[in-house]
């Protein structure tokens, strides 16, 4: 080998040695960055489900909510604030304000009794009334517990108990609230926070093996009926979890919801439990109204008279709902039968009021005694 063979071949190697230690320092130097953001990771040292500040703060400037309020103070000019009732409330973050301070955090433990407060002691009380102003003063809080757990970056049991708690309660709001005021409920903000929580959820079944994860891969392809990304997601589980009899009934109503089969996603329907027909709800009518413009069409006769009490049954509802649907749809009701006509048929009107008449009636002691047990999980 020549003089200058070796000194390109030394040249190389050198570049090569110097291309390697650029390459490891900035390896290292990542590391490092990432051991810092860890670090600088809050953590939350706060015991009690409201700050002291922030209880203080609320309570001289009158923004206590009569929940939080010592009983036979909320008429006085500045009510007491109770503190075993008190919950942290939501502030959007702000340029100057400090949300990073450990002394206004709740860790993961107290986040998550939190929240089994929430939903014991106001979302399932009798004596916390009207329902509306629950649903608003429980959305808030929940809300701002997600806020502290994104802030600490909480993760793991804890991360998932609150979220499932929380998307429980949002399926159950949408369902029990529907048809309301947009003062009082709008669907639409109740729709984004829901579909948050269930990313944020399923996104945390991922780490590991969890109790409930069939439940809620199942929920979250009911409420997501005719989205292709939820089918996708679904399909792409693991064979333990895609054959569960929960997601496997998942399935077979999306399946029929896209093969547009109303029949057959009604009959289906019948076997879901009550969280899961929470969830499907909002599909109900307008597969109800495909339904009855179906039989419109095959069964159009002056001479044709079809059972009241079965057409009930194939709707999913009880005889005095089907029949006040069929009027609303131009279809006949003569005492226990029905008497399609094509040209009669008109489309029921959108809307959330029209889903709410559809809903089984339940009264406020019935609804009150059902929110635990379903925001729980143990129904």
């Known amino acids: 080998m020549n003089e200058t063979a070796m000194s390109v071949g030394w040249h190389q190697s ?6 390697r230690h650029r390459e490891q320092g900035r390896a290292n130097r990542e590391r490092l960055e ?3 953001a860890e670090d600088s990771v809050p953590c939350g040292t706060c015991l009690t489900m409201c700050p002291a500040y922030e209880l203080r703060q609320r309570e001289a400037q009158n923004r206590l909510h009569r929940f939080e309020m010592v009983a036979g ?3 006085d000019r500045l009510p007491r604030a109770d503190v075993s009732r008190a919950v942290k409330e939501y502030s959007r973050p702000a340029a100057g304000k400090d949300s990073t301070r450990a002394s206004d955090l709740r860790p993961p433990s107290v986040l998550l ?3 089994c407060y929430l939903v014991d002691e106001i979302a399932a009380s009798s004596t916390s009334q009207p329902w509306t102003e629950v649903y608003c003063f429980v959305f808030d809080r929940l809300r701002s517990v ?3 757990m994104i802030i600490q970056r909480v993760s793991g049991p804890d991360c998932v108990a609150v979220l499932e708690k929380s998307v429980r309660f949002l399926l159950y709001a949408s369902y029990r609230l ?3 005021q947009r003062q009082y409920f709008d669907p639409r903000i109740n729709d984004t926070h829901l579909q948050e929580c269930l990313s944020w959820l399923l996104e945390s079944y991922r780490d590991g093996k969890h109790q409930h994860q069939e439940q809620f891969q199942a929920l979250s392809l009911l409420y997501n009926l005719g989205s292709s990304q939820a089918i996708q997601h679904v399909l792409e589980l693991p064979e333990r979890i895609r054959s569960s009899p929960a997601v496997q009934l998942a399935l077979a109503v999306s399946r029929a919801h896209m093969e547009r089969n109303p029949v057959r996603l009604l009959r289906l329907a019948q076997r879901l439990d009550f969280i899961q027909v929470c969830a499907v709800h909002r599909h109900l009518l307008p597969c109800r109204t495909e339904l009855l413009l179906l039989y419109s069409h095959g069964h159009s006769s002056r001479n044709c008279r079809y059972p009241l009490q079965r057409l009930a049954r194939l709707l999913f509802l009880k005889d005095a709902l089907a029949a006040q649907l069929c009027q609303v749809c131009g279809v006949n009701v003569t005492e226990d039968w029905v008497n399609f006509s094509k040209s009669s048929f008109t489309d029921a009107p959108s809307g959330d009021l029209q889903c709410r008449c559809m809903h089984e009636p339940l009264d406020d002691e019935k609804w009150n005694g ?3 047990s379903v925001i729980h999980g143990c129904v």
């Open 14 to 19: 050198r570049r090569g040695r110097g291309h």
């Open 34 to 36: 990432e051991q810092k």
């Open 73 to 75: 103070t909320e008429r």
């Open 113 to 115: 009794k939190t929240v």
């Open 146 to 148: 997600r806020q502290d």
């Open 178 to 180: 529907c048809g309301q």
């Open 370 to 372: 059902s929110a635990g």
